[in-house]
């Protein structure tokens, strides 16, 4: 038998098409109890990479396993997993409810299960209408009723939030929170970490099939502090006094403001106000993780997006802020791929 776990592992999987390398020596593992955002750019290799954990695809190299074992060893499998890919088609004149109904029957489930189903994905007002008439909302509801169907202790979807609607959007995501709270394993993909910031715990970001990042969105965001943009009347005697009151993380942007790393508005604008210099604005720079995600898929880019690393000015302000360190949770070396 399986050993039950819900734990999901990718180990070393390498998929080749022909001259296409679509996934290169990818591994990491997702948890249960956690949602775990699988993000990259068009063609990065997700899709692929969750057909091989689904066993619709087999990897040229390495192992992707559900329960420690793989998907075609599992048993019952949509007791196990369920899954949502891109493209899913359905019987264009089968209604929604008899979509569910042979699924159900097909993995031995009770046909009142399609109505809880129908019900929960917010579809029961359109239970006998025809799945081909259906928006591709309402298309991505009926495939994430479909996965459910088998009541899995995993969930596999991939770029779900796909033709939904703002309010659907914010229900997929407490959807699939409250499924993880309940100790049960989600590996979601999209294109867009934006989309699934504030869904999940742990993000695999992949580009041109390999490993990016691999860790806590909270890690990935301690990598890239936050700074605060001051416009003093002096900035020698800004800098100055920001030094005497102990903030040392000090940086010169290009039009003429200082960059204060690592303290509040309020902190800076209270040793300004002791020191007697004005202050004409501030503006605080939260961490950008969008940008961030686009530098790390986009390694090339990286240096024109955010600029130069910081440097000291002539004369020195100070150690140069630890603002552009690697995150802590990476896993593999940038550099060139294929
Ligand atoms: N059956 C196939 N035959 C040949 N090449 C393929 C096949 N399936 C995928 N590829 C190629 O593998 C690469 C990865 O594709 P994949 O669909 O896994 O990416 P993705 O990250 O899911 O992209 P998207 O966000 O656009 O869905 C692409 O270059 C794609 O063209």
Do not use: C
């Not at 999901?8 to 390498?14: D, E, G, P």
């Not at 899954?83 to 209604?95: C, I, M, Q, S």
């Not at 416009?231 to 903030?247: C, F, H, I, S, T």
């Not at 202050?279 to 961030?292: F, H, I, Q």
Request: hydrophobic share 40%; glycine share 12%.
């Amino acid at each position: 038998m399986h050993d039950g776990s819900g734990r999901i592992a990718v180990q070393n999987l390498t998929k080749q098409f022909g001259a296409v390398t679509a996934v290169q020596n990818l591994s990491f593992t997702v948890e249960p109890g956690s949602v775990t955002g699988f993000i990259g750019p068009n063609g990065a290799g997700k899709t692929t990479t969750l057909r091989m954990l689904l066993g619709l695809v087999t990897p040229t190299m390495g192992i992707a396993t559900i329960n420690g074992r793989p998907y075609h060893q599992l048993g019952n499998p949509a007791r196990v997993v369920g899954a949502v890919l891109e493209n899913e088609g359905f019987h264009p004149k089968r209604t929604a409810r008899n979509h569910l109904r042979v699924y159900a029957a097909a993995i031995g489930v009770p046909d009142q299960r399609a109505d809880e189903l129908l019900q929960l994905v917010g579809l029961a007002p359109a239970a006998d209408r025809k799945a081909g008439d259906f928006s591709l909302g309402m298309r991505q509801r009926l495939s994430l009723a479909t996965a459910l169907l088998g009541d899995p202790q995993v969930l596999v979807l991939d770029e779900p939030a796909n033709g939904l609607d703002p309010e659907g959007i914010a229900w997929l995501r407490n959807f699939l929170r409250s499924f993880a709270q309940q100790g049960r394993t989600v590996l979601v993909s999209s294109h867009l970490l934006s989309e699934l910031e504030q869904t999940i715990d742990q993000v695999v970001i992949v580009s041109a099939g390999t490993t990016r990042y691999y860790g806590s969105l909270d890690q990935l965001r301690a990598g890239q502090q936050s700074r605060v943009l001051v416009q003093p009347a002096d900035a020698n005697g800004l800098v100055a006094a920001l030094r005497e009151g102990g903030l040392t993380q000090l940086e010169p942007t290009p039009d003429g403001r200082v960059a204060v790393y690592g303290a509040s508005v309020q902190q800076i604008g209270d040793l300004a106000a002791k020191a007697g210099i004005a202050v004409y604005g501030m503006e605080e720079e939260k961490a950008d993780l969008e940008k961030l995600f686009f530098q790390l898929t986009n390694p090339q880019y990286g240096a024109a997006q955010y600029g130069p690393p910081p440097q000291q000015p002539p004369g020195g302000w100070g150690p140069p802020p630890p603002g552009h360190q690697q995150p802590q949770g990476y896993q593999q070396s940038w550099g060139g791929h294929q």
